[in-house]
């Protein structure tokens, strides 16, 4: 029997079946809490192990080793900011924390992309984010009936009290990460290939995105929906149609309009510029007021290290009166100043080279192209490295898309996908 079940085992087909669940469940988990998500992580780090062997690991990971080596870079920015803090406890919660930023992409990037499927990860990502959504409606559906007087509590729903942060409150999750998580499936569904099927069906196309489309407004994540609107202009003025270009001006009154029923999210949009077209949004006064901060310490090259930035940000709220910012002891909200403050011109640059070499190597083909868009306009509204889920989203998803839109497999991902399109 012993004898049997290791002979089974050594088959391939079972250790594929195991590392294609295992990857499926990570990314299902990815919008759900932080503790499922990390076992989960290593049940997809233990079924590749099991699928490939060392040779034929570091074999796939020479294709992918410049990736590798500016993901490894990034993470090595953490370890030069514990070398120049005083606070290194802090610094060491940091490297704990992006520590995935060399496992995911270590992971991914040794396998070949005949690995994965696009088209399943993208329907296990949809499956885990509706699942979240489920959830977080069920705890909000429980609040408004068992209140004194459920019929006026319903009315609370297009409110402050059951949207943003309230909306994750059953998730412990970050309102614009999940925003940017849902952006990055609805993206998928609406331009990549696989499901061209789909969208010929309007009906159904609208029925299955509407959902996710109202969760996005509840999570009144400005950053999150500023990428959906640039992304679907962007993909709308790449092939300039007139019918198109309505959808978009419909698309952008419908959120006019949701933005006055959800009035937390219209305040939130209106407090970024006034009608003097001046800039009032409630984190810029809040960079220029650690930049100030920052300058004084001349710390331009190397930056002042990673533990001990938090209370540089500290400082600069109390100068500046930011009461809240303090109190809650916000970060920068923005992943160019945090590597500013805490890396120097080094941490910027390296994260920057980062970036543009996803954009050479993927030619921003597909969704490379969504990811690489919301990825730099998200590190301008919070900092990507500060909580684990953002460091997941950016590990899997940069390792992900340089495999799968690489330049020597393009030609083979077109022929893919029109043989994909022929059998359905």
């Not at 495999?403 to 893919?416: A, D, I, M, P």
Request: hydrophobic share 50%; with cysteine; charged share 15%.
């Amino acid at each position: 029997m012993i004898k049997g079940i290791k002979s089974y085992w050594n088959n391939n087909t079972p250790r594929r079946i195991f590392f294609e669940t295992s990857t499926y469940l990570f990314v299902a988990t990815l919008p759900l809490w932080d503790n499922l998500n990390t076992i989960v992580l290593w049940f997809f780090v233990a079924s590749s192990i099991f699928l490939l062997s060392p040779k034929v690991r570091l074999q796939n990971l020479k294709k992918n080793k410049i990736a590798f080596y500016f993901l490894v870079a990034l993470y090595l920015l953490f370890i030069l900011g514990w070398v120049f803090s005083t606070n290194v406890k802090d610094a060491l919660r940091d490297m704990e924390r992006t520590l995935t930023l060399v496992l995911i992409p270590f992971i991914i990037l040794s396998h070949k992309r005949e690995d994965f499927n696009l088209k399943r990860i993208y329907i296990s990502f949809g499956t885990g984010l509706f699942i979240g959504m489920v959830i977080c409606w069920a705890y909000i559906i429980e609040s408004i009936l068992t209140n004194a007087t459920p019929w006026v509590q319903a009315g609370y729903f297009f409110k402050w009290i059951y949207n943003g942060w309230n909306a994750l409150k059953p998730l412990d999750g970050h309102p614009s990460y999940f925003a940017v998580m849902l952006v990055i499936f609805i993206l998928g569904v609406i331009r990549m290939p696989e499901f061209i099927h789909l969208r010929k069906n309007k009906l159904k196309l609208i029925l299955l995105l509407a959902p996710f489309f109202l969760f996005l407004i509840e999570t009144s994540s400005r950053i999150g929906l500023i990428c959906l609107i640039v992304m679907i202009a962007v993909t709308i003025f790449r092939k300039l149609e007139l019918k198109k270009i309505f959808y978009l001006i419909g698309f952008v009154a419908l959120l006019a309009i949701l933005s006055i029923k959800f009035d937390y999210l219209g305040s939130k949009f209106a407090m970024v510029v006034d009608t003097q077209g001046n800039v009032t949004l409630d984190r810029y006064p809040r960079w220029i007021a650690i930049l100030s901060e920052f300058k004084e310490r001349g710390n331009w090259v190397l930056g002042i290290g990673t533990g001990d930035a938090q209370a540089l940000y500290d400082l600069s709220y109390s100068k500046g009166n930011f009461t809240i910012a303090l109190n809650n002891h916000y970060n920068a909200h923005n992943q160019y100043l945090e590597f500013l403050v805490s890396n120097g011109i080094l941490g910027i640059f390296i994260y920057s080279m980062a970036l543009l070499f996803f954009l050479w190597k993927t030619n921003l083909k597909g969704e490379a192209m969504s990811f690489f868009i919301i990825i730099t306009l998200f590190s301008f509204s919070e900092s990507i490295f500060g909580i684990s889920k953002g460091v997941f989203i950016f590990a899997f998803f940069y390792s992900f898309f340089v495999l799968w839109y690489s330049g020597k497999s393009l030609k083979l991902n077109q022929n893919e996908a029109k043989e994909r399109l022929c059998v359905e």
